[in-house]
């Protein structure tokens, strides 16, 4: 695990570390002292039950009992596994559509609040709200407004489709899960882009509107190349906690209906039941994989962002 | 603002007596339509917290009529009596308070520790690839390493909140380094060295210097750790055999099988877990979100 990430963390701390730092010799002991705990329980509960779970990806282990390898076969068997392409197909599809959506009403939010209005703090105070509170419990308000009171109102207002709950369709269950998602999330990508806008500096509005920009073309000219970086880093960053989606479906679908809103983390937590621990250790490890190259592409898009600030 | 206005006209750009006179007028010029425009996207987050507290307070027969946003009538407040026994409120409330504490001070010992030793030491070999390695922890989501934790915790007898807590530090403890680090190297090492050549020791320059210039970072590092620990739902379900020494969020799984039409007491409940932390963050936002933004910028 290491040894993937070491080629570009390590190209990074020259840039870090300031040259003055280097004139220190030798540690003193008690440097030791303030590391070493650190590492010591970080390797004893992440990096080796890490190690451990990749171990069993490549066995046939239950959980329990004795084992024998089983090389690759766990991956093989994952590859053609209609359940585990659904889920990643179901994750990767949610992931994609869920950093759209939030990251353009975050956009437009914060571009909103950067404007001259009244209440400006107290608008972004309660924009923020949803950070404070816990994903579960709003899932659980967002699964009675969808399954009770969106079913009433749409027979009221006498539009067929959604007089029925959509969390009990297959084919719309899955922008409930968007819809609390994105709340959930907005408001750290509207923080992200509040602190992105106020380094643009004022002058460059007032330059273009003498040159007579319009404020779409001023959006499009000054803010959007000025926030890219930003924008980059909180799409890979959303992508990455979405991936990881599971609090808000159990408070929404609990994966159904059938199989239909079933993400990834929720396939493997299965392998705990399901008897098939160490086919999911196997899809767990993919998983992991999965991350890693977005991380990866996290820390070199933030380096070049670092750079060029 | 203010920066920024000071700083330009030494860019020899922009002339600035016309731009200081310009700039007062703006001021005062306020767009009523956007504010009315953002207020209603306000709602969106409101609602769902005022159909909270309107359910909340309904009767069972009410609750189930499906309009969440009709007032309540009557007015009953005898559900949050039932929640509140029900979910054993004083019980769950006091252990993720627990484990939400002892998770903001393992990560911020463990991290602020480490992290003056890996800037401090940078150019040893050693502190710097525990940097990396640390760093490694923020490519690993939890559902990767569950099913294994589930069974380490079990050998171990931390299959309870003290484990959730350990837990809940150690997959803080990458971007809480991530954090001091960076903060660190902008302090000046002089600092130190005055301190030291007036023989104080390494322990003693830790306590008495770097922790309390830390004191921006600390909030930062402590607000991730503390929401990232007090609204988890995933980690505690997994972990904590014991299902009557549960935390907040996962006691509220009981509304979804047993009283099924209860959702009265159920809301009551729900507005119990949230009460919380959205009256804390009211009362200190602008120190929240300022946190926030620190962290999540440099992140």
Redesign the interface.
Known sequence: MTQTLTPSTRAAAPTTAPGRRRRHGRPEPIAYLFLVPALVVFTAFVVIPALVGIFYSFTDYVGFGGWSFLGLRNYTALLGDPGIREAYGFTLGFSVVTVIVAQVIALVLAIGLSKRIRFAAGLRAIFVIPMVVSGIVVAYVFNYLFSNTLPAFATAAGIDPLSQSILGNPDLAWLAIVVVSAWQTIPGALLVYTAGLTSIPGDLYEASSLDGAGPWRQFRSITLPLIAGFVLINTILGIKGYLGVYDVIVGLTGGGPGNATSSVAMTIFGGFTGGDYAYQMANATVFFVITVVISVLQLVVSRGRNIRL | ?TA?ATA?PRDG??PAPV?DRRRPA??H????P??V???L??L???A??Y??VM?AFKTSEQS??????ALPAPFNPASFAEAWQLTRFPVSFSISVGVAALTVALTLL??S??S?????????R???????????????????????????TALTGLDNPLGVA??HA??Q?AFS?LLFS?YL?SIP?ELEESARIDGA???QV?WRIILPLLGPMIATVGIFAF?AS?????LPS?IVSDPTLQV???V??I??SQFGTN?NV??AS?LM??AP??V???FA??W??SG??QG??K?
């Open positions: 603002m920024i330009t750009r922009a731009r703006r001021a010029r306020t767009s009523w956007l504010t425009a953002l207020a996207c306000s969106t987050v409101l769902p917290l159909v909270t359910m189930v009529a499906g309009n969440a946003f463990l991290s520790l480490a003056y030793a890996i800037v401090r030491y940078w150019s040893h050693f502190f710097r690839w525990s940097f990396v390695y640390l760093l490694a922890s923020m490519f690993l989501p939890f559902p990767v390493i569950a099913l294994t934790e589930i069974k380490l350990i837990l150690m997959f403890l380094v960076a190297r090492v020791t390494t322990w830790f929401l007090w609204n988890d739902f995933m997994m907040l969020p996962v509220q799984n509304f979804q959702y159920a809301f729900y877990a949230m932390t959205i804390v963050y009211l936002q602008r929240v979100i926030i933004t999540a910028v992140s």
